[in-house]
């Protein structure tokens, strides 16, 4: 698959300003039309009026001839935009994965992995409707304490974007006060920030409620927030009235983004997007790098490392979920089954490593990065923690 291509193909297509052109010559006949009805309303000579019919009539021509012709630029574009395209995905998509597929229909373990990943999928939506569906069908039950946790976050959600009312998320923010300062959050200000620009925007002849809203609640982030909320206090009392438009003129996806960020943290879930989600946007995301090796593979090019992919894939760092440690004596990256070992002197190695340094476990040996020698018993296996 060329992205270069696709991009290419998507901007030529893009380019096409034949639909404006249809847009704008539907606008000019009925300008064109409302005209000639206010001739006819306005004229008593009978003479006067008969052009009219041939007027509407020429009128009605040039906009179906244009609109025609406009309409057969458009179909071209789009019939070739969609053959080219179609020769970008014409790959099998079964023959790209040959990895062993996860059986879930004899296997309880893996049933019961994916329907959590379709519930936690439709919490994360707000789809409870289908929640209840899905239960009766599959015979599961979910925790009925989860959902009314994610109930009550898309109520909040809910009444952020619709209602404009941070009243609910600012009483959650600051019961959860604690646990938001502990991972590095600053949700409860932002959203007191929020709140102050909206009282702002919306007492524009007095500056009386915005500040006693200040005085109220930007105490206590006075140590993290003194010069944002300086500058705050400061446009409330420089600013002529029909100049406060702090709140107007913002974007509440980005706070949204948050709450719903920190609120799924403190749940431990996932911070960012649901595993089903995730699984989709990497699989997208290196489908091109399956493809690819897929068509330059032959028959004597079969690769056997299950725990290893036969080549890199650059993925986000939000698509990033554990550590990845190299081992730098073999080159490979470390598995459940060759994990990282640390040594006395605190070195780390892989697992298969230390097991060719101690001859299958029969020798000492010598650590490759400093004098210490040790045997593989004395090998702990590593865990890396996020910090």
């Known amino acids: ?130 929640i209840d569906l899905y ?23 809910s009444a952020i974007r619709e209602d404009n009312d941070f009243a609910p998320a600012i009483g959650w923010a600051t019961t959860n006060s604690k646990n938001l300062k502990m991972i590095g959050s600053n949700l409860e200000f932002n959203l007191h920030k929020f709140q102050y620009m909206k009282l702002m925007d919306t007492n524009k002849s007095e500056p009386y409620t915005p500040f006693d809203y200040a005085k109220q609640n930007f105490s206590k982030f006075a140590g993290t927030h003194l010069d944002l909320i300086s500058s705050l206090l400061l446009k409330l009392a420089q600013s002529k009235p029909e100049e406060k438009k702090l709140y107007t003129d913002i974007n509440l996806d980005d706070l949204t983004d948050q709450f719903n960020h920190d609120y799924c943290k403190l749940m431990g879930l996932s911070a960012t997007n649901s595993p089903i989600f995730n699984t989709l946007l990497a699989s997208f995301q290196s489908i091109q790098h399956f493809i690819k090796y897929n068509k330059i593979a032959s028959a004597n090019l079969n690769w056997t490392t299950i725990n290893e992919l036969p080549f890199e894939i650059d993925l986000p760092d939000d698509l990033k979920f554990h550590s990845i440690f190299i081992c730098p004596i073999i080159k490979e990256e470390t598995t459940k089954l060759n994990p990282p070992m640390v040594l006395p002197c605190h070195h780390i190695i892989s697992k298969d490593s230390v097991i060719r340094l ?8 010598k650590c490759p990065y400093c004098p210490t020698t040790t045997t593989s018993s004395h090998a702990v296996e590593c865990t890396f923690i996020s910090i």
Request: net charge positive.
């Open 1 to 130: 698959m060329s992205y270069a291509v696709l991009e290419s193909e998507l901007d030529h297509l893009s380019s096409n300003n034949s639909l404006d052109s249809i847009l704008s010559d539907s606008k000019s006949l009925l300008s064109g039309l409302k005209s000639l009805e206010k001739q006819l309303a306005s004229s008593t000579s009978k003479t006067k009026d008969s052009d009219l019919p041939q007027k509407t009539k020429q009128l009605i021509s040039n906009f179906e001839e244009k609109t025609l012709k406009n309409e057969k630029s458009i179909n071209k574009s789009i019939k070739g935009y969609s053959s080219k395209i179609d020769k970008l995905f014409t790959t099998d998509l079964t023959t790209i994965y040959k990895y062993d597929r996860v059986e879930i229909k004899d296997n309880a373990c893996n049933k019961a992995l994916l329907d959590r990943a379709v519930t936690m999928e439709l919490l994360r939506n707000g789809r409870f409707n289908i």
């Open 135 to 157: 239960q009766e069908d599959r015979a599961f039950v979910v925790p009925a304490e989860l959902t009314d946790k994610f109930k009550k976050l898309s109520s909040m959600l």
């Open 358 to 365: 101690s001859k299958n476990n029969l020798t000492t040996f």
